[in-house]
């Protein structure tokens, strides 16, 4: 059976695809939907298409299916074990505790905005008509695209890498974001007045470039900026900027659109101290390997997939998800049986002097102290062989079985004698 912790995209739809007779997966969600920020957008991409149908067809599809469990306003209190043999707990509401038994565990827990009202230079939360992306495409799903007074907009300025350097990252999305949006606005208002205010256009893709110079040819202005201030300005949004030759032009607008930088849940850290996980530079889970394990981690069985790993579209979001649930899959099979690494660490206990040491070194949280015989304690069951606990124990108590020096040396001696 799976945990999967997190009802978003990357969350729904690993569940579909790991969800089996016989296997089980729980859905444990904090909030009373599913659907996660994909859920609240007014249109996907392809630029502009609104078909606000394909996530809800497989929100119903997780609530059909007989074999996933979904526990809404619920959190994951512990999860212990290894892989094939995790024990969790989940916290639902009224303090009743959910006792599970899982082999594997996906973390798709999303990620959160960055908050543009920290400061007063893009007027979030003090101009009025000043949004984000997001509540943008709320807005548009519920009473359409109006200002304060109750009016349409007949010009907007969507601002681009709002916290870049704050955060010290590009989050990669924001301006395919902004670009649906503009094209979104133009649909909606042939006439509005639309000016992008981008740092650097991320457009990498073919069809990036073609959307980028339809929008021109529909009136949107792109210009270059190295910094945009919002203001207010009588009955309009006032947006300073500097230009790429250094000089101040500002414009004013009926709305100014900000698009955040993205940032780690706000339960990352949380459960990354749960499962003994580390973070990345930037707060994200730590995958394994960038290019050959981005969804795995340094605890086997558990996986990390959609934006908790990083910045990512749903596309890319789903891709990966689809990796880590064919690895699942391809392991996790019931009636086969897990074989553990062989070559692990082992404690001389009459060696060892309690210094715990190999506890702070390990990375897969396999070591632990016995506080009653004074020693540390190696579970090979997670044990991955990796030598971190043998290289730093100042005793020497610690040595990696089958790898030791006299076997190593054996090996040597036969190797010179098979060439003679």
């Known amino acids: 059976d799976v945990l999967i912790i997190g009802g978003g995209i990357a969350g729904i739809e690993a569940a579909l695809n790991l969800a089996a007779p016989e296997r089980k997966v729980y859905l444990v969600e904090k909030t009373d939907k599913l659907g996660g920020v994909a859920g609240q957008l007014y249109c996907l991409l392809p630029y502009g298409k609104l078909d606000p149908a394909i996530i809800a067809e497989k929100i119903v599809a997780v609530g059909d299916n007989e074999n996933i469990e979904i526990f809404f306003n619920s959190e994951v209190a512990s999860v212990i074990g290894f892989f094939g043999n995790f024990e969790a707990v989940v916290a639902k509401p009224a303090g009743e505790n959910i006792d599970l038994k899982i082999g594997s565990v996906v973390i798709a827990t999303g990620f959160s905005i960055f908050d543009p009202g920290q400061t007063d230079k893009w007027g979030y939360g003090k101009v009025d008509n000043v949004f984000t992306a997001l509540e943008l495409e709320e807005k548009c799903k519920k009473d359409g695209i109006l200002l304060k007074n109750g009016s349409s907009p007949k010009s907007v300025a969507l601002v681009h890498c709002v916290g870049r350097e704050d955060v010290g990252y590009c989050s990669g999305v924001c301006c395919k974001s902004l670009l649906k949006i503009a094209g979104s606005l133009k649909e909606k208002y042939p006439d509005i007045e639309v000016h992008e205010l981008f740092r650097n256009l991320g457009a990498a893709n073919p069809g990036d470039v073609e959307y980028i110079e339809r929008l021109e040819k529909k009136g949107v202005v792109f210009t270059m900026t190295t910094d945009v201030k919002i203001s207010p300005e009588k009955d309009a949004v006032k947006a300073t900027y500097t230009t790429e030759s250094g000089e101040e032009e500002s414009i004013l607008v009926d709305m100014a659109v900000l698009a955040p930088a993205i940032i780690p ?29 981005s969804f795995k981690t340094s605890v086997e069985g558990v996986f990390i997939v959609g934006c908790a790993q990083g910045p990512k579209n749903i596309v890319d979001s789903v891709g990966q998800t689809l990796a880590a649930s064919g690895n699942i899959l391809a392991r996790l099979i019931p009636g086969k049986k897990l074989h553990p690494e062989v070559k692990v660490s082992e404690v001389i206990e009459s060696l060892c002097t309690g210094c ?65």
């Open 265 to 293: 849940g706000i339960d990352t850290q949380k459960i990354s101290e749960m499962l003994d996980l580390p973070l990345g530079e930037f707060g994200f889970f730590e995958e394994e390997h960038v290019s050959t394990g």
């Open 356 to 420: 715990q040491t190999c506890v702070t070194v390990c990375s897969y949280g396999a070591t632990s102290y016995d506080e009653e015989r004074g020693v540390s304690v190696v579970n090979e069951a997670i044990c991955r062989g990796c030598g971190n606990c043998v290289g730093s124990c100042p005793s020497g108590a610690i040595h990696s079985k089958h790898f030791t020096e006299k076997q190593l040396h054996q090996e040597v001696i036969e190797a010179i004698v098979s060439r003679i």
